[in-house]
């Protein structure tokens, strides 16, 4: 076989190892970020409901603080869960259903 034969099947077997490489990081990646996402969002709905008793709102930096997350990733968790930040007060946070909307 010829040393370009051997060249070509080389390129196509490393590009399959790659591929392959590629595909199993992502789908480990996803998997272990939607279970870090459940934890954290279990996490921010515990906080939320047992507040401190002398205040009705969350400080965004505590919560990010406690999950281990930017305030992106932490208010985007937030929302999904159906909270809402205060209309007056910066980065403070509560449940809708505790703190509905006027």
């Known amino acids: 076989m ?3 034969w ?3 099947i080389g390129v196509f077997v490393g590009s399959a190892i ?3 490489a590629d595909f199993l990081k ?3 990646q996803t998997k272990n970020g939607r279970e ?3 934890r954290r969002k279990d ?3 515990h906080m939320l ?3 401190p008793k002398d205040t009705e709102w969350r400080k965004l930096e505590t919560l990010a603080s406690v999950i281990g997350a930017d305030y992106p990733t932490t208010t985007r968790l937030l929302i999904e869960l159906g909270a809402r930040g205060n209309e007056k007060q910066e980065a403070v946070w509560a449940l809708l259903k505790d ?3 006027p």
């Open 18 to 20: 790659t591929l392959l």
């Open 26 to 28: 992502h789908r480990w």
């Open 43 to 45: 996490m921010l709905l």
């Open 36 to 38: 870090l996402d459940t």
């Open 6 to 8: 051997l060249g070509l």
């Open 2 to 4: 010829s040393g370009f």
């Open 99 to 101: 703190k509905p909307l």
């Open 49 to 51: 409901k047992n507040r």
